[in-house]
């Protein structure tokens, strides 16, 4: 007869983990303990340490993710809700960590995620992982992190220098950026002046600014108090332009949906929270002694990649889910400041091309075949290309006009494509998605492997 009391005494992870290897507190959902215990099963206890995303301590060593993440995760101000303050402290090892929060970008992946599904991978420091859909640079950054290069690519001008920002902030010099916190009045109404915010109309369409010359030329006369034009920049004055210039983007794109905080106010505040962030991850990656992985992050086109075959380790990506997210509304803002010419992105923007549902769909299909051929291209054999994505099975059989158990879910979609181009499908994990503004209530990991 088993006592209840035996089994209730002894913990899971004592069964699942060796003693001496201790996860990160707050694991709660069940795919993440999915992803700990394949990291247990593939790492040793030295690249547990290094690059583990969901193990806090092996022995007495404390892991890199969990100095990376601990301690003050935001500095909010004092009059926080507890609401926002238990939510930060809640995902102070999911999200909360190394430049991953400096912009909200929709459809964002999760970062520690991230870091297990590259370790599940097998990708270890001095491989390449690409890409190729890659938004916010997720991927890049938390790639860089682990000592792993990096390709990433998204058609989107916007995503590309946001991603570049974020890389960048990881180890560029903060000085001049906190004399812009020093002189906020100043740099609010150069970005206010230089740029063009549009208010009012979201996707109102301005000429094309030329944005690598004309943006890039006039910070340097604010940055080095210098009124002559600057024609070579030097590193520095440009990643300080970006950083401010995100921050900028940032708030202004909350003052158009907002009007709690003054726009002024708004950037304050995001700016000494970008300030806070950078540091802290600076402080931390001082001490550390591994090398930062190579990014290059560049706009480009998933169905043509300008990348060698078989000359990568890992592929890893979510693309649109077909048009839940309209991609270019959500950045209009940001895309008409930088001067790009909304109408002509579109006609590269997987998910938005076409006119009726029906149409999208079927560019949707065909486009997702040339990016899922490109992606079997470039990987090496043996190596995998994982793909997140969710699905709604009502909005395809609206389309479609069927029941929605008569149609492929875009993750069946996704693995068959797959299989067609030599990726053969190994293992999907499924991770629930909560808030209710979500239309989709789950989403799929899956792992495709190259023959
Ligand atoms: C789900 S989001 C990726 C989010 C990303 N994983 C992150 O962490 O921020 C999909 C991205 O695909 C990009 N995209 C759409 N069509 C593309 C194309 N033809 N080539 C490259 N990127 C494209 C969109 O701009 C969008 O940023």
């Not at 301690?71 to 991953?100: C, D, M, Q, V, W």
């Not at 086109?301 to 990568?312: K, V």
């Not at 709604?392 to 494509?417: C, F, T, W, Y």
């Amino acid at each position: 007869m088993i006592d209840p009391a035996d089994i209730l005494s002894s913990s899971l992870s004592e069964h699942l983990f060796s003693a001496k290897r201790e996860l990160i507190p707050d694991i709660d959902d069940y795919y993440e303990l999915e992803l700990a215990f394949y990291e247990n099963q593939l790492l040793d206890d030295q690249s547990l340490i290094q690059n583990s995303a969901y193990f806090s301590r092996v022995g007495d060593q404390v892991t890199r993710h969990f100095q990376m993440c601990a301690g003050e995760s935001l500095r909010l101000p004092a009059h926080s809700s507890s609401r926002l303050k238990s939510f930060f402290e809640k995902n102070i090892f999911r999200t909360g960590y190394a430049t991953h929060g400096l912009f909200p970008y929709r459809g964002k992946f999760h970062p520690q995620m991230i870091k297990g599904i590259m370790n599940v991978m097998g990708l270890k420091p001095g491989d390449t992982v690409l890409d190729p859909m890659m938004g916010s640079g997720t991927v890049a950054v938390e790639a860089s992190l682990m000592g792993i290069n990096s390709f990433g690519f998204d058609s989107s001008p916007f995503c590309r220098f946001m991603s570049q920002a974020k890389l960048n902030a990881l180890t560029m010099s903060l000085d001049r950026v906190r004399k812009a916190v020093d002189n906020i009045d100043e740099v609010f109404e150069y970005f206010k002046n230089h740029g063009r915010p549009i208010s009012g109309r979201k996707s109102a369409k301005r000429p094309p600014l030329h944005y690598d010359n004309i943006i890039m030329e006039e910070p340097s006369e604010y940055l080095t108090g210098n009124q002559k034009l600057i024609k070579n920049f030097d590193q520095e004055t440009a990643e300080t332009y970006s950083f401010l210039l995100l921050a900028y983007l940032d708030a202004a794109g909350y003052s158009e949906r907002s009007t709690r905080k003054s726009p002024i106010e708004q950037f304050r505040a995001i700016l000494q929270r970008y300030v806070f962030v950078a540091e802290k991850i600076q402080t931390f990656l001082q001490k550390d002694d591994m090398i930062l992985g190579q990014s290059q992050v560049s706009q480009g086109d998933a169905r043509a990649l300008s990348i060698g075959n078989a000359s990568i380790d890992g592929v890893l990506f979510s693309p649109p889910y077909s048009f839940a997210i309209d991609y270019l509304d959500n950045d209009a803002f940001h895309l008409n400041y930088l001067g790009t010419d909304i109408a002509k992105l579109k006609e590269s923007m997987v998910g938005l091309r076409g006119t009726s549902l029906r149409e999208k769909f079927s560019l949707y299909h065909e486009d997702m075949q040339r990016v899922l051929a490109e992606c079997s291209r470039v990987l090496k054999p043996g190596k995998f290309c994982t793909i997140i994505v969710g699905t709604n099975r009502n909005q395809i059989a609206k389309i479609q006009n069927k029941s929605p158990h008569e149609v492929e879910g875009l993750d069946e979609m996704l693995v068959r494509m797959g299989q067609e181009v030599g990726l053969s499908l190994i293992k999907i994990i499924q991770r629930s998605i909560v808030g209710m503004s979500n239309t989709m209530r789950r989403e799929q990991i899956i792992f495709l492997q190259k023959a």
